[in-house]
Antibody, heavy 124, light 112 residues
Framework: QLQLQESGPGLVKPSETLSLTCTVS??????????WGWIRQPPGKGLEWIGS???????YYNPSLKSRVTISVDTSKNQFSLKLSSVTAADTAVYYC????????????????WGQGTMVTVSS | QSVLTQPPSVSGAPGQRVTISCTGS?????????VHWYQQLPGTAPKLLIY???NRPSGVPDRFSGSKSGTSASLAITGLQAEDEADYYC????????????FGTGTKVTVL
């Protein structure tokens, strides 16, 4: 059974870079040509797509965050990662990693498997 | 703010049918992009309920159904149960401004 687990610092200082890793277990990140994504949810607010990556490394970012986001994949470690630079308090949120369901074979597909989420607070 | 608008809240008695709307525009739902629906219980990650407008993943009860028409989509819950009390989000793709996956504003379902 495929599982995803986010990891990384729970506290990041303003202007620094937020770095999170999603470890995939129970299956290979490069099997069946899946897309993988990051989504966040500020406390008490809705969901926001951050970006997605294909197992080969092609990336797709939310235009509103594109200048600050880098998503990468490490197939040897079965992980993909998120870096968000120049963070502010507005980046405080629960960050989720998730897998796109292989429905239409695009990064527009739904997310069918989610990690449990990790809370990241931006504060000095 | 999101380009997909949902009612903030809907409510119903156990056993009743409720619907949640997701209103978009010609650059997202109206352009033919698929709509997906999620259920989020308090303190947990979202769970996929409907993908590709009307398809249910394995394990999702058939009490949940999705539809799409024009620039809007809907999620229907029939035979409402106490365990259905949660937040619900729609998701689609918007082709304006370089394109982006977008989520709806979210709807809180309360079982009376």
């Amino acid at each position: 059974q495929l599982q995803l687990q986010e990891s990384g610092p729970g506290l990041v200082k303003p202007s620094e870079t937020l770095s999170l890793t999603c470890t995939v277990s129970g299956g290979s990140i490069s099997s069946s040509s899946y897309y993988w994504g990051w989504i966040r949810q500020p406390p008490g607010k809705g969901l926001e797509w951050i970006g997605s990556i294909y197992y080969s490394g092609s990336t797709y970012y939310n235009p509103s965050l594109k200048s600050r986001v880098t998503i990468s994949v490490d197939t040897s470690k079965n992980q993909f990662s998120l870096k968000l630079s120049s963070v502010t308090a507005a980046d405080t949120a629960v960050y989720y990693c998730a897998r796109h369901i292989p429905y239409s074979g695009s990064p527009h597909d739904a997310f069918d498997i989610w990690g449990q989420g990790t809370m990241v607070t931006v504060s000095s | 703010q999101s380009v997909l608008t949902q009612p903030p809240s809907v409510s119903g008695a156990p056993g009743q049918r409720v619907t949640i709307s997701c209103t978009g525009s010609s650059s997202n739902i109206g352009a033919g992009y698929d709509v997906h629906w999620y259920q989020q219980l308090p303190g947990t990650a979202p769970k996929l309920l409907i993908y590709g407008n009307s398809n249910r993943p394995s394990g999702v009860p058939d009490r949940f159904s999705g539809s799409k028409s024009g620039t809007s989509a809907s999620l229907a819950i029939t035979g409402l149960q106490a365990e259905d009390e949660a937040d619900y989000y729609c998701q689609s793709y918007d082709s304006s401004l370089s394109g982006s996956n977008v989520f709806g504003t979210g709807t809180k379902v309360t079982v009376l």
